[in-house]
C-alpha cells in the first residue's frame, strides 16, 4: 500500500478500514477508523502505512501457526 493506492472498505457508511494483502490469500487489516468526511485524513493513511511497514519487518511475530497435533508415532 502506498500513497495512492490505499484500499478502503466501507462498513455502514460510518468506519474506513485500511488493509494490505501480504501474500496471495491473506488481507491484513492495518487500521480503522470512524468517519467524520469523505476524505480520510493523511495522518491515518501515515499510520496504516506504518503497521504494515512494521507488520513486513516482522511478519512471523504477528502471524499465528496453529501447533500441529500429536500423533501416536511421536509419543
Request: charged share 30%; proline share 4%.
Amino acid at each position: 500500500m502506498e500513497r495512492g493506492q490505499s484500499v478502503l472498505l466501507p462498513l455502514e457508511n460510518r468506519y474506513r478500514i485500511l488493509y494490505f494483502f501480504h501474500g496471495q490469500n491473506v488481507v491484513i487489516l492495518a487500521h480503522a477508523i470512524i468517519k467524520e468526511d469523505n476524505q480520510v485524513p493523511d495522518r491515518e493513511i501515515d499510520l496504516a502505512l506504518t503497521y504494515k511497514n512494521l507488520f513486513i519487518l516482522n511478519s512471523e511475530v504477528h502471524t499465528y501457526i496453529e501447533p500441529e497435533e500429536e500423533t501416536d508415532e511421536e509419543n
